[in-house]
């Protein structure tokens, strides 16, 4: 039995070696970057007058005048007085009193046993003075997570699994190496392309492993995500719009003028090729595993063959698909629509303006990113798995 498992073990290994051996490579650039990048951060102990966002519990409400706001669509406002035990920070164990200021776009009425976020501000003078910043939501946010992974893992099984450690590969590279990258100054389009190019190539490792059918998905999804980039590039010139004229880009500019030397011109296609990633991912790897599958039934077809076949697949998978980017990018903004829609704008008033055209930009462009992996991964799987 135990000889029966090592040779087992020892074939998934030589069936493995080349997906272990990048996912090992990959792992070791990943690192590389992260200490680089962590090389100065260096933390400084505060001074003066200072602010900490930390833990506590509401033990007991003083006085309490929120209500309900018809005009606000049931909307609470008003404010709190209460005591709240501090549970993280230097302060922890220590009870203060603590004003919660409630209105319709801000903050919630808490009860005594709420766990909530706090604004502990701490004076030069030794004064410490704290306010409710938000009802602590971190304790639903992972139980939101965990009913997701789940679900993922009962109904995917195995693969399943992978896709969440691919999408655990993928947010610690955006928020670890992407960003920090983009705020020390790298050039923005090519440090989003090949971050993102890495992370598929993580992911689809991760996923299927280094074999005939995740290469193709790989390189077909490298090349939608390359068009677009173009396409958003060239819509952008066309349009003369850019990064700056974003509506919540702002605070970046703000930054920009203190000395952080992040691009905001290109954080528009930036944006795009990020959105496009997850889609034409999908799509390259559905294509590329039905013309494998495809193959095993038909082992006599040839490359033309095949790349019709995989064209009629991805034909009934652009409706879906553009659909399903065109309503996420609407769904985002959904308020804004609403808002505008109640504005009984001109034509010409609203269809030149800059929030219009960023949102056809960012819908369209990786919309077309994701129609045109369709044929690259039929052309690239077809030409791999066809007979000579």
Not at 173 to 178: I, K, N
Not at 196 to 212: D, E, M, N, Y
Not at 263 to 273: A, D, Q
Request: glycine share 10%.
């Amino acid at each position: 039995m135990k000889n029966a498992k090592k040779y087992r073990l020892w074939a998934w290994l030589a069936a493995e070696k080349w997906g272990l051996l990048l996912l090992l490579a990959a792992a070791l650039v990943f690192l590389g970057a992260r200490l680089w990048l962590g090389a100065d951060e260096t933390k400084t102990a505060p001074s003066g007058d200072y602010a900490e966002y930390e833990k506590g519990v509401v033990v007991d409400i003083l006085s309490d005048s929120s209500a309900p706001d018809e005009a606000s669509d049931g909307g609470w406002r008003g404010e709190q007085l209460m005591t709240v035990e501090l549970q993280t920070g230097q302060y922890a164990g220590k009870t203060l009193l603590v004003s919660n200021y409630i209105g319709p776009l801000f903050g919630v009425p808490l009860r005594a046993g709420d766990s909530a976020a706090l604004i502990v501000n701490t004076y030069a003078s030794g004064e410490i003075r704290a306010t409710v910043y938000e009802y602590n939501r971190i304790p639903a946010l992972i139980g939101v997570v965990l009913l997701f992974v789940l679900a993922t893992v009962l109904v995917g099984g195995k693969t399943g699994l992978k896709s969440l450690i691919g999408l655990a590969v993928t947010v610690v590279c955006l928020f670890w190496v992407l960003i920090p990258l983009l705020l020390r100054g790298a050039p923005t389009l090519p440090t989003v392309f090949l971050c993102c190019v890495f992370i598929s190539a993580v992911a689809f490792t991760i996923l299927g492993g280094l074999h005939r059918k995740t290469v193709c998905a790989m390189l077909g999804t490298v090349a939608g995500v390359a068009l677009a980039m173009l396409f958003g590039l060239a819509a952008q010139a066309l349009a003369r719009i850019d990064g700056l004229r974003m509506s919540d880009v702002e605070p970046l500019l703000q930054l920009r003028q203190t000395g952080v030397p992040i691009g905001l011109r290109y954080l528009l296609v930036g944006g795009v090729i990020i959105s496009a990633l997850g889609a034409v991912m999908d799509v390259a790897m559905s294509i590329s595993s039905a013309l494998e599958e495809v193959h095993a039934a038909n082992p006599d077809y040839g490359a033309r063959e095949l790349f019709r076949s995989g064209m009629n697949i991805g034909r009934d998978m652009v409706g879906t698909m553009t659909n399903t980017l065109i309503l996420a990018f609407l769904g985002s903004g959904f308020t804004m629509i609403i808002y505008l829609y109640s504005l009984g704008l001109a034509r010409y008033q609203l269809l030149p303006s800059a929030y219009m055209a960023i949102e056809l930009i960012s819908g369209l462009s990786s919309s077309v990113g994701m129609i045109l992996a369709i044929p690259l991964t039929a052309l690239i799987s077809a030409a791999a798995l066809g007979k000579r």
